[in-house]
T-cell receptor
Framework: NAGVTQTPKFRVLKTGQSMTLLCAQD?????MYWYRQDPGMGLRLIHY???????AKGEVPDGYNVSRLKKQNFLLGLESAAPSQTSVYFC??????????FGSGTRLTVV | SQQGEEDPQALSIQEGENATMNCSYK?????LQWYRQNSGRGLVHLIL?????REKHSGRLRVTLDTSKKSSSLLITASRAADTASYFC???????????FGAGTTVTVRA
């Protein structure tokens, strides 16, 4: 099925560990995004990309890095995880000015 | 900071009743979108309304936009148990296409 696939779906990290979240889309969308969702705060934009090889900071970029080496993939990295990064992470993709298609999310717990 | 703010935070209605939720935003927009999120799932796009439009319909959904008041409303008519979800407004403002989401309205439809 066409759409946005996020891996992994769940992960528990210890403080200081690193990890990479993978987002893959098969809709040939130019734009890709990483959001985090915390209770009562809606979705906040971490980083986004308007095309292969480009990335830009969103509202809450500190502690995260991203890469878009291929058009269909957008990777979100945590170099040294902190408990404040416990959240649900959503990837989305879209054409310019068009509705987003979201992945099903990654639930990350940092202990 | 979040561009859109939904009101109310939570809404409980009887099956068959209408549900109305509102979204206020702060700056000029290109378009405003509404999304639904079922518990533990990714967001699903419902409707997009452009800044030069005042009202749009999609099935049992009706969205209005008042750019002079910087506000939008989402009406769900003849609600069903399956409409139980969180609803988010998202605004597209600025040159880069990236949506800013509100904190959402949680709707519970009682049988």
């Amino acid at each position: 099925n066409a759409g946005v696939t996020q891996t992994p779906k769940f992960r528990v990290l210890k403080t200081g560990q690193s990890m990479t979240l993978l987002c893959a889309q098969d809709m040939n969308h130019e734009y890709m995004y990483w959001y985090r969702q915390d209770p009562g705060m809606g979705l906040r934009l971490i980083h986004y990309s308007v095309g292969e090889g480009t990335t830009a900071k969103g509202e809450v970029p500190d502690g995260y890095n991203v890469s878009r080496l291929k058009k269909q993939n957008f990777l979100l990295g945590l170099e040294s995880a902190a408990p404040s990064q416990t959240s649900v992470y959503f990837c989305a993709s879209s054409y310019p000015r068009a509705p987003y298609t979201f992945g099903s999310g990654t639930r990350l717990t940092v202990v | 900071s979040q561009q859109g703010e939904e009101d109310p935070q939570a809404l409980s209605i009887q099956e068959g009743e209408n549900a109305t939720m509102n979204c206020s935003y702060k700056t000029s927009i290109n378009n405003l979108q509404w999304y639904r999120q079922n518990s533990g799932r990714g967001l699903v796009h419902l409707i997009l309304i452009r800044s030069n439009e005042r009202e749009k319909h999609s099935g049992r959904l009706r969205v209005t936009l008042d750019t002079s008041k910087k506000s939008s409303s989402l009406l769900i008519t003849a609600s069903r148990a399956a409409d139980t979800a969180s609803y988010f407004c998202a605004t597209d403002a600025g040159n880069d296409y990236k949506l800013s989401f509100g904190a959402g309205t949680t709707v519970t439809v009682r049988a």
